[in-house]
């Protein structure tokens, strides 16, 4: 005869008590370590939200109030929001307290009774010696650029990005805030090329590993170009770069295991150091602004 198998009666389970059994064999959480890897990823995302900002409009009309009083000089376009609302700006003799009011070409604006008066927009082209920082003063009293263009005009003007002290070679300086805004903008990224002398020779994998990319802490960048130097000795390379992380090409080169002996910007967003010796500076043309501010 066949025998019933018998029956087993199972012991509800409740919920709780499963929870209770999964806790007890979860692992304690850990710090979870943020790696280079996790690092390059955010930096990207932030690059790529700035690079969705809009570029600058270099249209005189309906200019914000907070952006002509930053493009004369008075303060940046958030101090100049916190002025207007509190009081001590005018327009053609009414205070203005209202964040993103507009004004026109003809319009008279008054800060703290005083009248703002733009002035003359300059373009100065300076090829920068060794030694000086890029700096509007220094605390410590180090050389700084500006005393190289002290008496390019009256206006006073600023340097677009930063150079290294030992670095040489084409600066740009202006008082056009659009203009400085859009050479400095991640989606404009202003062509630099460099005249680069390392303390060894540069092999021609060295050269394409640049092409390629070379992984950095704050992310992947490649050169746009990279060859070596017309009459120049195999430690000698001309690199061009479109990035504008701080000093990534020396990080570029120093990856590859070289130690820089000379580095020297000879070309900047199209302009180039022809007829312009170093320690010089010069005033941008009319057709060179016009063509840095049409280039996109």
């Known amino acids: 005869m066949r025998t019933k198998k018998p029956t ?8 709780r008590s499963i929870s209770k059994k999964v806790k007890e064999k ?6 979870k370590t943020v790696t280079d890897r996790d690092k390059r990823k955010y930096i990207d995302y932030k690059i790529k939200v700035k690079k969705g900002d809009p570029l600058p409009s270099f249209r005189e009309e309906n200019v914000r109030l ?7 000089g008075i303060c940046s376009r958030r101090e100049a929001d916190v002025l207007i609302q509190t009081g001590v700006v005018s327009v053609n003799g009414k ?4 964040l993103g009011f507009k004004i026109q ?5 008054q800060y703290d009774g005083e009248t703002i008066n733009l002035g003359t927009k300059r373009y100065v082209l300076l090829n ?4 000086y920082i890029t700096a509007i003063d220094d605390p410590r009293g180090r050389k700084t650029v500006m005393s190289l263009v002290n008496k390019a005009c009256k206006e006073q003007i600023f340097p677009m990005g930063k150079m290294e002290k030992d670095t040489t070679g084409l600066l740009l300086f202006t008082n056009d805030g659009d203009m400085a805004k859009k050479l400095t903008h991640p989606r404009y990224q202003a062509a630099k090329m460099y005249h680069i002398e390392v303390n060894k020779p540069v092999s021609k994998e060295d050269l394409e590993k640049l092409l390629k990319g070379i992984d950095l802490e704050d992310g992947k960048t490649k050169a746009e170009k990279a060859e070596y130097v017309e009459g120049g000795t195999s430690r000698e390379v001309g690199v061009e770069i479109r990035s504008g992380k701080q000093q990534v090409v020396r990080r570029l080169i120093e990856a590859l295991g070289f130690q820089i002996v000379k580095l020297d910007r000879v070309q900047y967003a199209g302009l180039t150091k022809k007829d312009l010796p170093r320690g010089y500076y010069r005033h941008l043309t009319e057709q060179e602004v016009s063509f840095l501010k049409m280039t996109k």
């Not at 907070?66 to 004369?72: D, E, G």
């Open 26 to 31: 979860t692992p304690l959480d850990k710090t």
């Open 105 to 109: 070409p003809t319009d008279v604006i």
């Open 128 to 131: 920068k010696p060794k030694g």
């Open 66 to 72: 907070n952006k002509y009083m930053s493009n004369a």
């Open 95 to 98: 205070v203005v307290t209202e």
């Open 8 to 15: 087993v009666q199972k012991t509800p389970v409740s919920s």
